[in-house]
């Protein structure tokens, strides 16, 4: 049983551009939860989505960041206009419920020139 | 979520076990406490989780206190590998699903 997947592993953006960071949850799983951690820093709860749905975006910067995880296909993170305090890795969990153990990926490490 | 407690850091030689306490005297009677780690540079790993009962697995074993308010985690047998921060969560029905992840404490296991 293949583990959480995240793809890009790094991701390089220029101050303006836009971000994509997916997310593939492990087989079975239907809840998918984001968090940023900024160097020497912490986890960050960012947003937790079931499918089709946004259940908590309580973490989520207010502007630029936005989330999804349609009916098929990856959750994706999707930051606009970066910027250089945007650099951190971000994170991708999935589980089978929502008070059930997290499953981590391998984190997308961004940098913003 | 019930706020917890941990050491900041602490050492551990190879080979001896590692326990590594934690303090979560709010702990309300419907909340777990879950473990996890996280090696240099890699994604959270799950380890384990409890409610009341100690629990084991092949990664560590979980004792929690009969009050319930503190709990260790013990790895019996420590290798450099399980150099990482290990982080103590407490959360469960009635308080936020959302897993609040502190400090934790960095673990450092020595030749």
């Known amino acids: 049983n293949a583990g959480v997947m995240q793809n890009p592993r790094h991701l390089v953006r220029r101050r303006g551009q836009e971000a994509r960071l997916r997310c593939s949850p492990m087989?079975?799983?239907?809840?998918v939860y984001w968090y940023r951690q900024l160097p020497e820093e912490g986890l960050k709860f960012m947003v937790y989505?079931?499918?089709?749905?946004?259940?908590?975006e309580s973490g989520m910067p207010k502007e630029r960041f936005s989330a999804e995880f349609p009916k098929e296909g990856p959750s994706i993170l999707r930051i606009q206009q970066v910027v250089r305090g945007d650099s951190a890795a971000y994170f991708c969990?999935?589980?089978?419920?929502?008070?059930?153990?997290?499953?981590f990926g391998p984190g997308t490490r961004l940098t913003v020139t | 979520d019930a706020k917890t407690t941990q050491p900041t850091s602490m050492d551990c030689a190879e080979g001896r076990a590692a326990n590594l306490p934690c303090n979560h005297s709010?702990?309300?009677?419907?909340?777990?406490v879950y473990w996890y780690r996280q090696i240099h540079s890699q994604g959270p790993q799950y380890i384990i989780h409890?409610?009341?009962n100690n629990e084991t697995n092949e990664m560590a074993s979980l004792i929690i206190t009969e009050d319930r308010k503190s709990s260790t985690l013990i790895l019996p047998h420590a290798t450099l590998r399980d150099t990482a921060v290990y982080y103590c969560?407490?959360?469960?029905?009635?308080?936020?699903?959302?897993?609040?992840f502190g400090r934790g404490t960095s673990l450092i296991v020595h030749p």
């Open positions: 989505l079931q499918k089709e749905n946004i259940i908590d």
């Open positions: 969990a999935s589980s089978t419920g929502s008070l059930y153990e997290q499953y």
């Open positions: 709010t702990i309300s009677g419907n909340e777990y």
């Open positions: 087989k079975g799983h239907s809840h």
């Open positions: 409890g409610l009341k």
């Open positions: 969560i407490v959360r469960g029905a009635g308080g936020s699903y959302i897993p609040t």
